[in-house]
């Protein structure tokens, strides 16, 4: 890659473990100049024309929407339905379905178990849908998603990753952007707030 063109992608740099979580991230080069590379790991590099890249190819994408997703998430719900359009998605929401819905994602492969007044059933389409995924070419795209309810989403969907060995991992978050050692080696971090990342690239 031409030394020119560096500072236009996030650099994911390998920076040790805090206990069972492999720290990667992918950072603007200045950030990750603060984290140097320990001797013998490889710098990873992900654009985001690579992440869409990867979405193309996955035969399934899981999306699952956290509660940090930056500053106007709008524009991220727009290039979310372009990137998914044709695709067989499934998307776990912390949030509202109503922006989704407006920006062109299908309301039943949508499910907000948070949200007041939501069906049910949305919930049981999705562990139905999920249970086709084991052995499928499966890209598992989180934003934003921290701790409020990791049951609901970061967990479950580090489960799905680590049982299907066909899956890839992008997590995307400013500051909760660690993975689990068990899925390292099929995941990579984006360390950026994702609204803030979907902007810059789309020109937003």
């Known amino acids: 890659m031409a030394g020119s063109s560096l500072s236009a992608f996030k650099q994911a740099v390998f920076c040790g473990k805090i206990g069972n979580s492999v720290l990667y991230w992918m950072s603007k080069s200045e950030k990750g100049a603060a984290c140097p590379r320990p001797s013998g790991r490889k710098n990873i590099f992900m654009t985001y024309e690579e992440m869409c890249r990867e979405v193309r190819q996955a035969n399934l994408v899981l999306v699952g929407i956290g509660e940090d997703l930056g500053e106007a ?101 400013d500051r909760l952007w660690q993975l689990s050692a068990e899925i390292a080696d099929r995941g990579v971090s984006i360390r950026q707030a994702p609204a803030e990342f979907f902007a810059e690239n789309k020109g937003e």
């Open 73 to 173: 998430p709008e524009g991220l719900y727009r290039s979310l339905s372009g990137l998914l359009e044709k695709k067989d998605y499934f998307i776990v929401t912390l949030q509202g379905r109503r922006e989704l819905e407006a920006a062109g994602l299908q309301a039943e492969q949508i499910t907000a178990p948070l949200a007041d007044g939501e069906d049910m059933s949305s919930w049981d389409r999705y562990l139905n849908w999920l249970s086709f995924t084991l052995n499928q070419k499966l890209c598992i795209l989180e934003l934003g998603v921290g701790f409020q309810k990791p049951e609901t989403i970061r967990f479950p969907f580090e489960k799905t990753c680590y049982f299907n060995q066909k899956s890839t991992y992008i997590r995307i978050h």
